[in-house]
């Protein structure tokens, strides 16, 4: 029987633990409005969205080499821009023999503490969609474009091909 291939979502035999940038996005169950609204292009975040914002600040805190260079929470997903910086002489002999996490292991942290506070006030509702988009950043001209779009997103908004009023 021909079962079809599951798209992969990363790049093979690519080390997502290794120093660089990374533009990640995460979308909500089925593009549900779950973390606000954009009115006039002005983001306003609920209190959803504000834990979602509060767990993002989190990441840095978990992993210390790991730092957030631009994020936006949106109604229906997160953009945000990963840096994994690994010092090695920040860290004893015993730290640099542990593998470090990897992107997927720092997005799933977050997923999970978003799922865990959000449950608390609506255990009902399901948040994520399964996985998460993500672009390693190759050039400073590829940085210098992500950045904007993250930035400019909520103005965008009614041009998103996933935007219903």
Not at 8 to 24: E, V
Not at 67 to 91: G, R
Not at 103 to 132: A, C, D, M, R
Not at 142 to 152: A, E, R, V
Request: proline share 5%; aromatic share 14%.
């Amino acid at each position: 029987m021909n079962f079809p291939q599951r798209k992969l979502q990363r790049l093979t035999n690519y080390d997502y633990s290794q120093n660089g940038y990374y533009f990640i996005t995460i979308g909500t169950h089925n593009r549900i409005y779950i973390f606000g609204k954009i009115s006039e292009g002005i983001l306003l975040i609920n209190d959803f969205g504000e834990i979602a914002k509060s767990e993002l600040m989190q990441i840095p805190k978990h992993f210390p080499f790991v730092s957030l260079d631009n994020y936006v929470i949106m109604p229906n997903h997160v953009h945000v821009l990963v840096a994994i910086e690994k010092c090695f002489e920040n860290y004893g002999i015993a730290e640099r023999s542990r593998p470090f996490p990897t992107v997927s292991t720092i997005i799933g942290l977050y997923k999970s503490g978003v799922s865990n506070k959000i449950h608390k006030l609506n255990p009902e509702i399901v948040i994520w969609q399964k996985s998460f988009h993500d672009h390693i950043i190759r050039n400073e001209i590829d940085y210098q474009n992500i950045w904007k779009y993250i930035s400019t997103n909520p103005q965008k908004w009614m041009e998103d091909q996933f935007y219903k009023e």
